[in-house]
């Protein structure tokens, strides 16, 4: 099977939050309280949590003006974010209970009824995604729609989206995708166009859902390096199993040590 994944490209994202509403509609996702606008423009969810899978965010960034008499402008990024379906999810890796498991398309999934809400997860995330609902205690994140992909579906953020900003399919034919779009935004000047999370060299061995960005990432909230906090994991338990084997050789060699000056 196929690792699947997302694409998203920001730089056709119209900010209509389509995606957000297809996400909460198909997945019986609760509100998040009342329809609040947070003051950060037109974000009303702020960020990703326990019941906002995708979010958009809007961003406003000055534009110096070229002309020293006229203000600076704004310019406006939007970007819809999601879980990014690590390759090595530290999320995965520190759950106790296996609620959290990889399915066969190389996804990222939570079982609610084994969750048991302990947590580890949420500060074990490096993108802060995955979230505790506040009413039970169990966590909840984007599944990429597991019940729409496995009958052949694709999920429903990327088929509500209007200008194919997120597009669904397998990681490779994404990726080429990916870079052939980067490659024709240089081409007509846009400099800042990079890929983010297409890597498999980066910190979490790259995403399942990546991004193409107008901007430095931290412009949209998203770590520049992130790293798993499970990396080094076997490393360090094989770095204290020779610890543990040196303190024991060099217990028995005192031991024998003294039987023999007793002539034992
Ligand atoms: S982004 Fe966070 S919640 Fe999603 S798979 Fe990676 S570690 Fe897990
Ligand atoms: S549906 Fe597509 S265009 Fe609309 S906000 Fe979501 S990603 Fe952007």
Redesign the pocket.
């Known amino acids: 099977m196929p690792r699947m994944g997302f694409f998203t490209d920001t730089s056709v994202c119209i900010g209509c939050k389509a995606c957000e509403v297809a996400c909460k509609e198909w997945n019986a996702i609760p509100s998040d309280g009342a329809l609040d606008l947070t003051g950060e423009s037109f974000d009303n969810t702020s960020e990703l949590g326990a019941n906002s899978w995708r979010h958009v965010a809007f961003i406003e960034k000055s534009v110096p003006s070229q002309d020293a008499s006229a203000p600076d402008g704004v310019r406006w990024l939007m970007a819809s974010d999601v879980?990014?379906?690590?390759t090595h999810?530290?999320?995965?890796d520190v759950c106790p209970t296996g609620a959290l498991f990889r399915t066969e398309f190389d996804t990222?999934v939570v079982q609610q009824d084994v969750c048991n809400g302990c947590g580890y997860c949420v500060s074990a995330?490096?993108?802060g995604?995955?979230d505790q609902r506040k009413d039970d205690g169990r966590v909840f994140?984007c599944t990429m729609c597991y019940d729409r992909i496995g009958v052949g579906q694709e999920p429903a953020c990327a088929k509500a989206c209007p200008t194919k900003s997120i597009q669904f399919g397998e990681l490779d034919d994404l990726r080429a995708r990916a870079q052939e779009r980067v490659d024709a935004l240089h081409e007509q000047g846009l400099a800042d166009a990079r890929l983010y999370g297409d890597s498999p060299d980066d910190g979490v061995g790259g995403t399942g859902a990546f991004f193409l960005l107008m901007d430095e990432p931290e412009t949209y909230g998203l770590p520049p390096d992130p790293v798993v906090c499970s990396r080094d994991l076997p490393q360090m338990w094989r770095q204290a199993a020779i610890a543990a084997g040196t303190l024991l050789a060099g217990l028995a060699a005192t031991f024998l040590g003294r039987r023999g000056q007793r002539g034992e």
């Open positions: 879980c990014k379906h690590c999810a530290a999320c995965l990222v995330c490096p993108y995604v995955i994140k």
